[in-house]
């Protein structure tokens, strides 16, 4: 059975988005979520669909989502979602192993 599992940092940074979208427009967070869902349901399905981040991290992989990029790893079984970040952030930087 294919699935997708959100990961803890993927779960706060979905927080964050709702948050400004509860402050913004919830009209607008709605379309964004219902969006989100269905982009995970075709990472089920097409788990290789994504672009690759292999630069930042072997396995890495990245699907782009109304300015946002939904990154995400290949698992056996379906994909993790590790992380929804803007697509203006500096993606390295945020990966980056600490010390």
Known sequence: ??????????SRDLTEIADY????????????FREFNRKCQQLVAFPNSGQSYAQIR??????????????????????????????????PSLFEEPN
């Open 1 to 10: 059975m294919s699935r997708y599992v959100i990961n803890i940092l993927a």
């Open 21 to 32: 979208f509860a402050e913004n427009s919830l009209e607008a967070g709605e379309r964004f």
């Open 58 to 91: 072997p396995g890495f992989r990245g699907l782009s989502l109304d300015g946002y990029i939904i990154f995400y790893r290949v698992l056996d079984d379906g994909v993790e979602i590790l992380r929804v970040i803007s697509g203006r952030r500096n993606f």
